[in-house]
């Protein structure tokens, strides 16, 4: 595990929005896994900043997002399709046919799970995913559990993370209970992972997810695994390691 701890989050947000721009400029096809949430979204603004500034084409980039919740219509401003739409697509010349959310309308999950899956697949794996963390060292929507799930499935949020979500939410009762996410092996089997982590709040999952023991009860100790990943801190997700 690589791990670089700078100063502030936009020094972390710039080393990954340079992560990301660096690949689409090196392979034009690029398969991206992008997460959601607060924490990427300075790095967004400067991959569009720069998408502005400079000659790069996302034209025949394809994207994989990690999760989505269940029952939000991709016009709903709390889905993540809104959210991605909202702080990347919208600004930059992909190709709106090479972008795969998981559908948290579908009639059925089991086949949105399979087919994602299968896309993933298809698309020769993902060459650079990049991911948050939740306080209870939840990826994607990947909660605390007795097993790791291997692949993209339907998954029954924990309170704590309704909890925390709610502040994007006008009322507590409008978060979804559930998600769709890609698995644990979905995650490993990117090429390249890019963990960014801000605040004191996530010191302690991330202080599990370095050098603690693999568990699925802290499901980012499996990153442990992977050959190929940053972990990117500022000084605050630092302090406990
Ligand atoms: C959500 C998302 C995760 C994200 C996490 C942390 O639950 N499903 O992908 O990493 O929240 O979000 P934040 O960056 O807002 O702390």
């Known amino acids: 595990m690589e791990v670089i701890i700078k100063n502030s989050y936009q020094e972390i947000s710039s080393l990954a ?5 660096n690949t689409v400029k090196n392979k034009e096809n690029a398969v991206l896994g992008l997460p959601t949430g607060s924490t990427p979204l300075e790095m967004y603004k400067i991959v569009v ?9 996302f034209k025949n980039i394809k994207t ?32 709106w046919a090479n972008i795969n ?3 948290g309308m579908t009639s059925s999950i089991e086949s949105e799970c ?5 896309k993933i697949k298809k698309a020769g794996f993902i060459d650079i995913l990049f991911l948050g963390i939740g306080k209870n060292g939840h990826i994607g929507f990947n909660e605390p559990a007795e097993y790791f799930e291997p692949h993209t499935h339907e998954v029954k949020l924990h309170q704590n993370t309704i909890n925390i979500n709610s502040r994007f939410f006008n009322k507590i009762e409008d978060v979804p209970k559930k998600a769709i996410t890609m698995g644990i092996k979905t995650i490993l ?14 010191a302690e999952a991330i202080s599990k997810t370095i050098s603690g023991k693999i568990d699925p ?14 972990i990117l801190l500022d000084n605050e997700a630092a302090e406990n390691i």
């Open 17 to 21: 929005a340079g992560y990301l721009l």
């Open 189 to 202: 089997s990117a090429k390249k992972i890019v963990l960014i982590a801000a605040g004191s709040s996530k």
């Open 217 to 230: 009860r802290l499901p980012a100790s499996i990153l442990q695994l992977h050959n190929n990943i940053t």
């Open 101 to 103: 959310i998981p559908n």
């Open 114 to 118: 399979l087919n994602y899956e299968n």
């Open 64 to 95: 994989f997002n990690l999760d989505e919740y269940i029952g939000l219509n991709k016009t709903d401003k709390n889905s993540y399709y809104f959210f991605m739409e909202k702080n990347l697509f919208s600004h930059i010349d992909i190709n």
């Open 49 to 57: 900043n720069e998408y502005k500034k400079n000659n790069i084409s």
